[in-house]
């Protein structure tokens, strides 16, 4: 580049699917990254780009799914800076926003309920045109991370992060948004290693990730056919 220190490094993914018997999928996914150091000591960094990711065959193939599907779509961007400390320190920090969207989804519209189900209040052919699956969701990440890690030496080195983050999604654009199921607000890591003699080394790693994420039980319904109570949920996540 004509500005020293600046490094640009475009690039592009294409990844077809290809089942015979089914439709055709194709995607391709333009990216850039760069990296700019205005001194020895101080670099700056950032990335852009879009990821594809194509259905599983539970929800794509025609025996199961729904074969019109289209690939989940998402926009990732990152921005950060690493500046080097004395003692071989480095900082190194990370924020991230990520867009997804055409996420798959189990398509509830025109779908029949549990209770339309048990009384027969439905006609089965009124289902040969719904589709199973849909690319209706929507999701979001973002976040930020820092990194203290000490370069590989004589006798010590390692590192310690933390990551504040948060990541949503919605079944569909009406939908209020919620916690994704595998969401993990905080997330602190340590990681040691040290030199021992005659080849030997001792290492060690904690991580703490906080709580598990889960949709809890209000309440329950009692099915008069099976003798069973059948569990009534609240708000997801």
């Known amino acids: 580049t004509p500005f020293e220190g600046l490094s640009i490094v475009p690039g592009i993914r294409m990844d077809p699917l290809i089942l015979l018997g089914q439709p055709n999928m194709f995607a391709i996914d333009p990216r850039i990254a760069a990296r700019y150091s205005p001194r020895a ?8 780009g879009l990821f594809s990711g194509f259905p599983t065959p ?6 199961f799914g729904t074969p019109e599907l289209t690939p989940e779509m998402g926009i990732q961007s990152s921005g950060g800076f690493e500046v080097d400390l004395p003692f071989d320190l480095t900082l190194d920090t990370l924020g991230y926003f990520n867009w997804y969207r055409d996420l798959v989804v189990f398509n509830t519209v025109g779908t ?9 209040g439905f006609d089965p052919n009124d ?17 930020l991370e820092v990194m203290l890690r000490r370069a590989y030496g004589e006798h010590l080195w390692g590192w310690v992060s933390y990551t504040l983050q948060r990541s949503v999604r919605r079944e569909t654009p009406e939908d209020d948004w919620r916690l994704y199921d595998f969401d993990r607000t905080h997330l602190l890591t340590l990681v040691g290693v040290k030199d021992l003699a005659k080849g030997w080394r001792l290492g060690g790693r904690f991580r703490y990730a906080s709580g598990a994420l889960y949709t809890p039980a209000v309440g329950r319904s009692y099915n008069v056919d099976s003798g069973s109570y059948s569990p009534l949920y609240g708000e997801i996540n």
């Open 41 to 48: 000591d101080l670099r700056f960094k950032g990335a852009l």
């Open 112 to 120: 029949p309920s549990a209770f339309d189900v048990a009384t027969g």
């Open 127 to 143: 289902l040969e045109d719904v589709p199973i699956y849909i690319n209706g969701g929507q999701g979001a990440a973002y976040g």
């Open 58 to 63: 539970l929800e794509y193939l025609d025996a």
